[in-house]
């Protein structure tokens, strides 16, 4: 016996206004808003949180006290971070919350080249607006350290560098770090997270239900913060160049760093690529069963797309339930692309919510 399909108008009664709104909000172009606010918001969420501590910790190295940050802190922020993002917005826009997210689901899964376009532009300016806010928040005391190391000469020197007040916001090449190395560092990681968030979005992937993804894209980005931080690692591009344009408003052009700004903001593209080509090429078996987890979830986003269609006047029983339809294109629409990422940010079988 199939569960019975409930909608939430069905079971609880929302204000008059909220009713109207949502019929508003349901129509293009001002979905697209809505989806690109998701984005927007849920990227905010990872960067503010990992931001935070990681200011805390340049913070506290400066002023050579401990107790305000560490890098288990740092990784643990933007994990939850992640999470936070996944649970608040990924239900209205999918969840890709990353740059070279979108552009793979593009490439592998017929992603809208114009959402993705949109997409895009609103993950960079969720970093951009998370950064300004947190630096707001601590610049009494990063003014505070700016002062000390003007008074030590040693400003100049340290001020664009993973340990100087801009090094908290934006990505700087360590001293002594060869950019070859950074380049491999940042190309291993994407790649190496880029497989797990493919992994966690595969519906027949029995070990990771559509609840667990999300902590599993999360705390393998915190795994990554924890491994390899120091040596200096970006692993998503909307945090990296939208937390580098904050900088430049905030301290300057010299904000933009150098070369090693294009390792950072640009690598994990190709990296995202190179993964999802992996898993798709040596580890997809179109023959094996949907779980039962991964089928009920994809059968609420199926769901969602024909009530809407039915509030707009389209022929289709909204109460029928059944599979996703492959050769329907305009489920890459309004639907989520969240199996859950993390990651990671509109779907219905072919896409999935990543960081």
């Excluded at 108008?9 to 690109?36: G, L, Y």
């Excluded at 340049?58 to 560490?70: H, L, Q, R, Y």
């Excluded at 532009?121 to 505070?144: R, S």
């Amino acid at each position: 016996m199939s569960t019975p399909l409930v909608h939430l108008r069905d079971i609880q009664k929302r204000p008059k206004i909220f009713t109207i709104w949502e019929r508003k909000r349901n129509s293009d172009p001002v979905h697209w808003a809505m989806e690109c606010f998701a984005e927007t918001l849920g990227v905010f969420f990872y960067v503010y949180f990992g931001l935070g501590s990681q200011v805390g910790w340049v913070f506290g190295n400066i002023i050579k006290e401990e107790g305000f940050s560490s890098i288990l802190q740092i990784g643990l922020s933007y994990a939850f971070g992640i999470v936070f993002a996944v649970a608040v917005c990924a239900g209205t826009s999918g969840g890709h919350f990353n740059p070279c997210v979108t552009m793979t689901m593009v490439v592998f899964k017929g992603f809208p080249k114009a959402k993705a376009a949109r997409y895009i532009v609103a993950q960079i300016f969720g970093a951009f607006l998370a950064t300004l806010v947190v630096y707001n928040q601590w610049k009494a005391m990063l003014d505070l350290a700016e002062v000390g190391l003007a008074q030590a000469g040693t400003l100049a020197a340290v001020q664009f560098t993973p340990n100087g007040p801009a090094g908290a916001f934006g990505n700087y090449l360590l001293p002594g770090q060869t950019l070859p190395r950074a380049f491999m560092n940042e190309f291993f990681n994407c790649t190496l997270l880029a497989i797990i968030i493919w992994a966690c979005l595969d519906p027949t992937n029995v070990l990771v239900p559509p609840s667990a993804g999300t902590f599993i894209i999360a705390f393998s980005y915190a795994a990554a913060i924890w491994g390899f931080a120091v040596p200096g690692v970006s692993l998503n591009a909307a945090r990296d160049v939208g937390a580098r344009l904050a900088a430049m408003v905030i301290f300057g052009m010299d904000a933009k760093g150098d070369s090693y700004s294009a390792i950072t903001s640009l690598v994990n593209i190709p990296a995202t690529m190179l993964a999802a080509f992996i898993y798709e090429f040596f580890l997809v078996d179109s023959d094996r069963v949907v779980t039962p987890a991964a089928l009920e979830f994809i059968n609420i986003h199926t769901n969602h797309r024909r009530h809407r269609r039915k509030a707009h006047g389209e022929k289709r029983n909204s109460r029928v339930q059944s599979l996703v339809d492959l050769t329907d294109a305009s489920s890459q629409e309004k639907p989520s692309i969240t199996h859950y990422e993390q990651a990671t940010d509109g779907l219905p079988v072919q896409n999935h919510n990543v960081v």
